[in-house]
């Protein structure tokens, strides 16, 4: 084992130790913890802190410049993809527990001075029931819904462009020389620097909701004039056509903070949605329980059986979990 996979590996052991000791702390030290990090500057503090740290860990020192860098190169082309994706799954565990999102960076590698790939392709995806943050190279800051991907090159050139699978919400860096494309099924959304949320899970129907600024979304699969969105605008895309309304509502984006909202939705709808979140199966075998309808907001923390429970406590049904297979039964 060469001495550049020793750094990664024991910023590993760092990560899983950090996570056993916040395991072992008392119920009340949790809560403290968790009531810590509302703040958004202890959130923002807390990223810091953790990715100075794998830096110091990951970082070449001068004597083995050379060495390191040719050993980082082998790393690229033999355990990227493993390792990354230990990484993430290891942060996405530990701060699941204390925060409503996760904070994620591609700037770790960029920042210790290593040679990296040309043209190499990076790729995050947020597991199911989480959300993660990730910092762009060019200081755009994108927070990814459950089960979305978002591929880029490692370094923009005079465009950049990311493309994504599912929902996101973008507030990118104002640079009117080089302007932000997100390609979403078939849309392109052309912006130069503003805020903005796309829900694309599917090739051919999506949302995009624009906090302020101004886009130009237009759609590779149709002949619809491309639409240019101003600030509360919401624009829906399905079948090819557009439907442009001037306002939404701002509870649509609180995905962001880990809550769910649902307003005068039946039962069978919000079991719908939960089912995608978390990646479960779920089943109404009671036709009337399935019609009832609820409006309310929850933690998604809690956790799919959780929010069910408390919608049962409304309505008279019964829950059943089959842990074996995973699947919810309603009765």
Sequence with gaps: MNEQEDRINAFLKWDDALKQAVTRTS???REKVSEAFEEKSARDEYKIYRNLSALFALRASPLDSQQGQAAYKRFVHN???????????????YAAAILPAVGLTWAILHYTGLTTVPGAIHSVTAPWGHQAEVRLEDGTQVWLNAGSTLTCSEHFSQQREVQLSGEAFFDVAHDK???FVV?????KIRVLGTEFNVSAYTQTAATVSLVEGAVEVSATASTAEPVIMAANDRLSYAEGS????HSFDPDELLWREGIHVFKDASLQEITDRLSFYYHTRIIIRNPEAAVVRYSGKFRQEEGVYEILELLRQVQNFTLTRDDSSG?????
């Design 27 to 29: 119920t009340e030290d």
């Design 79 to 93: 355990r990227r993809k493993r390792i990354f994706r230990h990484l993430t799954q290891q942060a996405l565990r």
């Design 177 to 179: 020389q080089h302007p």
């Design 183 to 187: 390609s979403a099924g078939d849309l």
């Design 242 to 245: 557009f439907s442009l309304s």
């Design 327 to 331: 699947t919810i039964c309603i009765d």
